[in-house]
């Protein structure tokens, strides 16, 4: 399959480099990296948790009513 790609200035760089150290044709080790990194199997990731912290805090329905708890009833 015949296809235009646009590489990022450092990956073509890597790919050059590559391709001068093994003696290979550029398509041939786009292709294989390409294989390589589209086989290779990645190990799952733990999902992201976040765990809540008690600040000790009131529950504050509006923003209004947490700013004259932290900064006093003349915040404005």
Do not use: S
């Not at 990956?11 to 391709?19: F, R, T, Y």
């Amino acid at each position: 399959m015949r296809t235009t790609l646009t590489l990022d200035e450092d990956v073509a760089a890597l790919l050059n480099k590559e391709v001068r150290k093994t003696g290979e044709p550029f398509k041939q080790v786009v292709n294989r990296y390409l294989r390589l990194g589209l086989t290779t199997k990645q190990p799952p990731r733990k999902p992201f948790k976040v765990t809540p912290i008690n600040l000790g805090l009131p529950d504050f329905d509006k923003v209004e009513e947490l700013l004259e708890y932290l900064e006093g009833p003349d915040y404005r």
